[in-house]
């Protein structure tokens, strides 16, 4: 499932040119034509990613990303200004506010796409470190061999998930698509798996986890 990313602006023609580039990319995307429209599908949808104007009518760029950030669901959720006001004031005030980067316009849409992947990417692997931590109600009953597996070679929980799917032979896109990672991003965790199991190449480390039960 591709990753989902919100487009907020007042101006289609901007808002068609990045979602067909965006999408062109790899992404899914929504896109609203003012701040309120914004919010309610950011309710609605909670997508990976915020690129928003400033300047729209019934609530502005400031508004919306204000209220994103008073939400604890939103307070990690990468947000990117791209607007015409380039002042130094207006960059203060838009980091103050919140958002992570300003991009005023025009705009090259490669260093945009540039700028969403790495904002994407890190947000990934910080989240996937702590979203899949089993409660403590449930630990008893996952006290058997996966957990085992994880604490003897200090695997991550999403390594381990990792590493059972290139077991079956997956690709790194296919297995980025069950995760719903970038490939990129599984590039990253089968580097830390090989370095973990000081393992050279896929084929080496498929066979290690196989000899030492590392997987089912």
Known sequence: MPLLILI???????????????????????TAKNGQEALSLLESYHPHLLVSDIKMPVKDGYELVQQVRKRPEFRL???????E??????RIRGYQTGCDLYL?????MEELGAIIRN???RSQIIQSEWRFVEPKKNSKARQSHPI???ESFNLTQREQQVLDLLT?????IEIGDRLHLSH??????VSSLLRKTETNNRAELIRFALEHHLVD
């Open 184 to 189: 990129r991003t599984i590039e990253k965790y």
């Open 8 to 30: 907020a602006d007042d101006d289609l023609g901007i808002r068609m040119a990045v979602t067909d580039y965006l999408e062109l990319s790899g992404y899914s995307v929504i």
């Open 104 to 108: 005023p316009k025009p705009f090259e």
């Open 119 to 121: 904002f994407l990417e």
């Open 85 to 90: 006001r380039g002042s130094k004031d207006d």
């Open 168 to 172: 079956t032979g997956l690709s790194n």
């Open 148 to 150: 085992a597996k994880i």
């Open 77 to 83: 959720l990468p947000v990117i200004f791209l607007t």
